[in-house]
Structures are given as C-alpha cells and as structure tokens.
C-alpha cells in the first residue's frame, strides 16, 4: 500500500499525475469552506495548497500539466464571458456608463504605476502583469499573461504565477482596509445616504403591474384595440382581456377587439405609468386575476417553459399565438425579471410565459414552446465546445500591428472570452441557444478556474519560498502599490466629482476588483441590492480590459 502511494505521489507518470492533481483541488477545496468573521478565500486555496505541495515535492508530467492548465483557463473563460455576456454592452447605457468610465481610469492608472515600477527597477514586464493579476484578484489576467508570455518565449515563467500568488493576500487587505476607512475619510453618514437611496428608488420604480380598467373615456368608445394603443403608444401596455359590459362576455383583447362605455379591461403596464393610462382610459377597478377566471371558466391562464430551441430568437408578434392558435401571450419572466409581452420581445430557451386561452389551444401552443424541464436540466454542449473552436480560432489569429516586432494574437483566453461575449448577446439573433443553466455554467467555471489554479501552484511552489525569501515582499509591496494607488484616484474622484453614494461606492469597489466576495467585506453592503448592482454593471468591461490589457503590456515592453 504505501509503495503504491509512494508511486502516486512521485511517479511523474499520468496515473501519478491525475493523483497529485485530485489531491491538491480535494484538500484546497475542502480549505475553501473554511470562513474567518464570515470571510473565505474561496478557491484561492487551491492555488496555494497547490504551491505547498509543490515546495513538498510534488510534480504533475509537463505535458499533462500545460494541457490541464490551458484547458482549465479555457473553461473558466467561457463560463463568465457567457455570464457577463449579456450585460456587456448594456453597461454603456444610462448611469452604467460614468460608473464604467471610472473604472476604465482605473485600470489605466494600474498600468501607468506598473509601467513605472517596470522602468525604475530591473524586473520583467510579465512578472509585474503577474503581481498586477494578483493585486487586483483577477484570475483572468494571470492566465492571459501566462499565455502571452510563452508565445513569445515558448515556456511559461514561473514568475508571473508567484507574483499573482504574493499580489493576491496584498489585494484582500488592501480590500478590508479600503471598505472600512472609506466612511471615515469621505465622513458620510450611512442613514442618511441609506434613506436618500430608498427614497430615489421609490420615485424611479419601473415593476411590471397587472390591474383592471373601466373604460369611461368618451373618445374611446367605439375604439378598437389597435387605436387605443397607438395613442398610448409612448407607453410600454399590453391589454389581455375585455369584459364587456353590455353581454358580459369576457374577450381575449385582440388588435380589432372594440371597446365600449363601461367594459373593463385587463391591462399589463410599468407601475409608475398605471396612474397616466387609469386617467386616459377612465377609472381603475379592484379585480384580481382570479375574479376575471371565474367571469369566463372557459379561459385558462398556464405558466409555460420556453424550452423548445426552435423558438430562440422568434419575437412573439413573429410567432402569431393570437391570430393562429386564439392566445394571448400576457407576461413574461425572465431570470426572475417580470417583462412586459411586447409585439417585439424575443424569446429565448429559459423564459417562462404566461399563455391566456381555451384550454386545448393553451396546451398546444405549449408543445410548440417545449415546456419542458428535463430539456434545461441538461447541459447545452453545443454552446460550449462551439465556444471553445471558435475562441481558439480567433485567438490564434495573428494580427500585424505597427511598431511591434511580431503578430498579435488575442489568445485562448481572450479569443474565448470575446467569443463568449458575442455568442450570449447576439446568438438568439442566428436561431443558436446559448442557455445553460446557472448551476451548469457554475460547475464549468468552478471546474475551470479549480484546475487552473491547481496547475499554477503546483508550476510555481518549488521556487516560491526561495523568491519570497529573496526579494518577494518587495514584490508585495509593488502589489500595494499597483492596488491602492488606482483604486483610491478613482474612489475621491467618484465620491467628489461624480457624486456617487455610499454604497454606489461599495459596489465600485468590487466590481473594479473584479472580486465578489469583496461585497461581504462589510454588512453594509448587503442591506440593499445597490452594490450588487453596480458590481454587476463595472464587472464585465472591467475583466475585459484587464484581460486584454496584461498582453498588450507584455507584447509592447517584451
């Protein structure tokens, strides 16, 4: 038995290989679950329990290593490209677009300080992208710095994975101290910033609202459907059903359904626009959803599953559920988001409709919409493996730019990223389902991003004492450095100039970091969803720069 092990452990051979690989992300893992005050290093452990076993000894066969590593790094990318995705471009839009430009300042204030470092001392551009990955958390930038690095020299320095190793510790308490002094040097007052918010939240509201009419308006009697909308056409509303009042017959709105005085409307609208259309129309009446069923027991309301791949992309005025099959498509919900079931509105494989009708023509059009669970359960592998050819294909692109002595390339991380990217907003659009469910887009990031770390540690721990014995924390002081130098330029510009709150701020920080934990650093990051929000909102084109911006650096100083 301990030959056996002993064989495991230092073989070198595949079998050998797989063994130290399994043991160092079961132990790193089983490390993660370990909270101080409510706080982990999550997955981190992995790449330093990967370090310490490599100091002890242990070694994976090269070419099993390169081939893990690459492949994790890959995964990883895919899963938050299709993540961040679909609020990419979304992010450029309204308030997302001061919030994304500070940050942008920030990231070229990180590059400006490393360029610094890099011309007053002796050290190597892609081991200082290294300690930069590391001093802002961001994983991504490591892996694209790795991969850069041994394109040009055909191996991969073991500098670049010990300087994310020693940045990455710097970055968390660099984190902890940023959040608990930003109150105290910007001297704000938590409840009172805290009720300004819900009080500019409450004016803002825009929910989805169902709710009943009564038509009182002289110039609509008469009307049919399609009129009615076109002069509230500046208004997002949807009208499902009409009882009648002089048959008392409830009708499925149509676009040449007529209204009369008196008949009642069910209508679908923003919630701050109800007051303006309840005072065009005429007079809004308490009647729930249930009261309308009971008016018309022939008419069923179904909750339905878009699972059917056909229908991807399809708008619902394309589909005709009204004119072909006698339903109404009333609402919809979409990652837990109420939309209005515009004409124009797409559907997409994971959308859950609310389909209006007789019965029978209800449950036909749920075949066509698929309605079927099992069919999300599973994982969408043409998606993925799509992702991965054409993310390689296009980082494996050589592009000659002026002023450098070879091509450039994106990479795998950066073609599979920008791919990712591009297939999660603009796949519906060529009929290509790109839904994955959350806990199947999670598992291939965790395992992903586990591997990759993994093989980063186990890569660089032979020599990581021996650096940081010899000039490793001056390593960690330019992490200091390159972390709170561009993240507190754009915190007081933020806070003075742009006048942003409290936990606006919070957020920020996160997002800039590209760190989520970042947002239970402090409890008042959790009494409301503003600075998810704004993590979600500078999350996305943050990545993508840093990213991009740890090759671009290496290429032009190489």
């Not at 160092?24 to 490390?31: D, Q």
């Not at 708008?315 to 209005?340: C, D, M, P, W």
């Not at 989520?516 to 409890?523: F, G, W």
């Amino acid at each position: 038995m301990m030959d056996v092990l002993k064989q495991l452990l230092l073989g070198g051979d595949i079998a050998s290989s797989m063994f130290v690989l399994a043991l160092v992300v079961t132990v790193g893992t089983a490390l993660s679950k370990v909270k101080v005050r409510g706080f982990s290093l999550g997955v981190t452990w992995v790449l330093f329990v990967g370090i310490l076993m490599g100091h002890l000894g242990l070694s994976m066969d090269p070419h099993v290593l390169s081939f893990v590593k690459e492949s994790g790094m890959i995964l990883f990318i895919f899963g938050i490209g299709m993540i961040v995705g679909p609020g990419f471009f979304a992010t450029f839009k309204q308030g997302g677009v001061s919030l994304n430009l500070l940050s942008i300042a920030s990231v070229f204030f990180s590059l400006v300080v490393t360029y610094l470092i890099y011309r007053f001392s002796s050290e190597q551009i892609a081991t200082l992208m290294g300690i930069l990955g590391g001093a802002v958390t961001n994983t991504p930038s490591l892996a694209s710095a790795q991969e850069t690095a041994r394109m040009l020299s055909g191996s991969t320095p073991q500098d670049i994975g010990i300087g994310y190793a020693l940045g990455y510790p710097v970055a968390i308490v660099g984190m902890v101290v940023t959040l608990s002094i930003i109150k105290w040097i910007f001297k704000i007052d938590v409840a009172r910033e805290e009720k300004e918010l819900e009080e500019r939240e409450q004016a803002n509201k825009r929910e989805a609202l169902v709710y009943s009419l009564e038509v009182t308006n002289p110039a609509l009697f008469g009307m049919d459907i399609y009129h009615v909308k076109m002069l509230l056409e500046k208004y997002e509303v949807v009208i499902s059903r009409i009882l009648h009042e002089g048959t008392g017959e409830v009708e499925m709105a149509s676009s040449n359904s007529k209204i009369y005085e008196g008949d009642k409307l069910l209508v679908i609208s923003e919630q701050d626009e109800v007051e303006t259309i309840a005072a065009f129309v005429g007079r809004r009446l308490e009647m729930s959803d249930a009261t309308w069923f009971k008016l018309d027991n022939t008419l069923v309301s179904h909750r339905v599953l878009v699972t059917h791949p056909n229908i991807t992309g399809k708008s619902i005025e394309q589909l005709k559920f009204r004119t072909l099959y006698n339903v109404n498509v009333s609402r919809l919900y979409r990652a837990g988001v109420h939309l209005i079931a515009k004409p124009d509105l797409r559907l997409q494989v994971g959308d859950t409709v609310v389909i209006v009708g007789q019965e029978e023509d209800v449950k036909h059009v749920e075949k066509i919409l698929g309605n079927s669970a099992t069919n999300l359960r599973r994982p969408n592998l043409l998606v993925l493996f799509l992702a991965l050819l054409l993310g390689v294909l296009v980082g494996s692109l050589e592009i000659q730019l002026s002023g450098m002595s070879m091509p450039v390339k994106l990479g795998f991380s950066g073609g599979t990223l920008i791919v990712a990217i591009l297939l999660s907003n603009f796949g519906t659009k060529f009929r290509l389902n790109t839904h994955n469910t959350e806990s199947a887009n999670m598992m291939i990031r965790e395992i992903g991003i586990t591997l990759f770390l993994a093989c980063v540690g186990l890569s660089v721990g032979g020599s990581f004492v021996e650096k940081l014995m010899s000039g490793g924390f001056v390593w960690m002081g330019y992490a200091a450095l390159m972390m709170m130098i561009p993240l507190w330029i754009t915190l007081v510009i933020g806070r003075l100039w742009l006048k942003l709150d409290y936990f606006t701020l919070l957020g920020y920080v996160a997002g800039n970091m590209t760190f989520a934990p970042a947002l239970s650093l402090t409890p008042d990051a959790t009494k409301n969803n503003i600075p998810s929000v704004v993590y979600a909102t500078v999350y996305p084109v943050t990545l993508f720069l840093r990213v991009m911006a740890a090759q671009w650096m290496i290429l032009l100083l190489t």
